[in-house]
C-alpha cells in the first residue's frame, strides 16, 4: 500500500465516524494530564509533561503554527526520556538558533500528513504482509509493524520505536506517544 493509500485509509477512517463519535471517545491521559479531543496537538503537547522537550523543539525548530494548523496529522510523539536517551549534548546541539533547519527535518520525520488510528495502522500492516512504509512530512520514510498487540516505527536508520500510549485523538489529528527519537538517514 502506497502513500495515497495511507491517505485515503486515513480519510474514509475519518469519514466513516460522526465528529460526536470522535469527540466523545475518552482519550488516554499523556504525562499526567488529561488530552481533550478538541485541542489541538499544540494545545494538548504542552499539558504534558512527559513532552517538556518536545514541545521545546517545535518551538525552537517554528513549527508551533503548522502542528496548531487544520491538518489532519499523526504525530509520533517521542517522551522526554527518548530526547535523554540520544547521545550526551544532542538536543542542546540541535536547539543552537544555526541547527533549526535539521531540528525541523527531524521533528517533521514524526509527522505523518493523515490521521492514523492504531486500527488504521494495524490494517495496513495486515495489507501489506507484515510491515507499512508510510512518507512523513519531513520527506523520511518509517516502517510500521504491529505484533503482540504492539506498534513500532523504524526510521531510516534502523532505529525502532514502540508506540506505548496510541489513539490521542486531537481536533486536527492524532498522536502516538513513541520511546525513541526517529531520524532522517541525513540528519545523524
Known amino acids: ?7 485515503l485509509a486515513a480519510m474514509l477512517s475519518v469519514g466513516s465516524l ?9 482519550n488516554p491521559e499523556v504525562g499526567g494530564a ?8 499544540i494545545e494538548n503537547a504542552v499539558n504534558s509533561a512527559d513532552h517538556t522537550t518536545l514541545v521545546a523543539a517545535v518551538q525552537a525548530a517554528g513549527l508551533v ?9 499523526t504525530v509520533l510523539a517521542p ?7 540520544l547521545p550526551a549534548g544532542t538536543v542542546d546541539t540541535l536547539l543552537l538558533p544555526e541547527n533549526k533547519e535539521t531540528l525541523s527535518t527531524i ?11 492504531s486500527t488504521d495502522i494495524v490494517g495496513m500492516v495486515e495489507a501489506g504482509g507484515g510491515e507499512h512504509v508510510v512518507d512523513t512530512v519531513g520527506g523520511c520514510k518509517l516502517t510500521l509493524k504491529a505484533a503482540d498487540g504492539g506498534v513500532t516505527v523504524t526510521d531510516e ?13 486531537q481536533s486536527n489529528g492524532v498522536i ?5 527519537v526517529l531520524t532522517p538517514a541525513s540528519a545523524m
Do not use: W
Request: proline share 3%; hydrophobic share 55%; aromatic share 6%.
Open 34 to 41: 488529561a488530552m481533550s479531543a478538541d485541542l489541538n496537538i
Open 1 to 7: 500500500m502506497n502513500f495515497r493509500a495511507l491517505t
Open 176 to 180: 502516538h506517544v513513541i520511546d525513541a
Open 79 to 85: 517522551t522526554n526520556a527518548a530526547f535523554d536517551a
Open 157 to 169: 536508520n534502523g532505529a525502532i520505536a514502540n508506540v506505548t500510549i496510541a489513539d490521542v485523538i
Open 18 to 26: 460522526s465528529g460526536a463519535a470522535v469527540y466523545a471517545q475518552e
Open 65 to 73: 503554527e503548522t502542528l496548531s494548523g487544520e491538518g489532519p496529522f
Open 107 to 117: 521533528l517533521a520525520c514524526h509527522v505523518i500528513p493523515a490521521r492514523a488510528l
